[in-house]
């Protein structure tokens, strides 16, 4: 098991020497902080989508990234909901795509991305959108994937 995870880390990390997003390259440089950008992420039989994963090493840099991320009250409701404690819940938003640390507020396809929050991983997960059939498989990938991991 702990092969096949050095495998995956070596392989993201190939992926992000070919191709970057704006949230990899402002956020990469940082020790602290793991940061994987992964090409082509199969969501369906049809439809792939570039994510951006940015992982805290430390509770921290944690803290940090919910003040850059702008998620201070997501992260309120999570220690009151005990979120912290449960790895299949996750919060989500929708953010610039030159900034993931901005919230939009009105929804023009091709002009945003969605991101998934993980409070017990310390991880943000941004899928670049680009047009309305990513969008919809991406709703749909995390729609799914949640009742799955709630069934387990």
Same mark, same amino acid.
């Given at each position: 098991? @702990?092969? $096949?995870?050095?495998?995956?880390?070596?392989?993201?990390?190939?992926?992000?020497?070919?191709?970057?997003?704006?949230?990899?390259?402002?956020?990469?440089? &940082?020790? &602290?902080?793991?940061?994987? =950008? %992964?090409?082509? =992420? #199969?969501?369906?039989? /049809?439809?792939?989508?570039?994510?951006? %994963?940015?992982?805290?090493?430390?509770?921290?840099?944690?803290?940090?990234?919910?003040?850059?991320?702008? +998620?201070?009250?997501?992260? !309120?409701?999570?220690?009151?909901?005990?979120?912290?404690?449960?790895?299949?819940?996750?919060?989500?938003?929708?953010?610039?795509?030159?900034?993931? /640390?901005?919230?939009?507020? @009105?929804?023009?396809?091709?002009?945003?991305? =969605?991101?998934?929050?993980?409070?017990?991983? @310390? #991880? +943000? /997960?941004?899928? $670049?959108?680009? !047009?309305?059939?990513?969008? !919809?498989? %991406?709703?749909? =990938?995390?729609?799914?994937?949640? +009742? @799955?991991?709630?069934?387990?």
């Amino acid at each position: 098991m @702990k092969n $096949h995870l050095t495998i995956l880390l070596l392989l993201l990390a190939s992926f992000a020497a070919h191709a970057q997003s704006d949230a990899y390259l402002r956020y990469a440089p &940082n020790p &602290n902080l793991n940061v994987a =950008f %992964v090409e082509g =992420f #199969r969501l369906d039989d /049809s439809t792939t989508v570039d994510v951006t %994963v940015i992982t805290a090493k430390d509770s921290t840099t944690w803290a940090w990234l919910i003040e850059e991320f702008n +998620i201070s009250s997501m992260h !309120n409701l999570a220690l009151s909901k005990q979120w912290y404690h449960e790895p299949k819940t996750i919060g989500t938003k929708m953010v610039q795509k030159n900034d993931p /640390s901005q919230h939009v507020t @009105k929804l023009i396809h091709g002009e945003f991305d =969605f991101e998934t929050i993980s409070f017990f991983y @310390k #991880r +943000i /997960s941004i899928y $670049h959108i680009i !047009n309305q059939q990513q969008y !919809n498989s %991406v709703l749909r =990938f995390i729609v799914m994937t949640s +009742i @799955k991991n709630r069934l387990q």
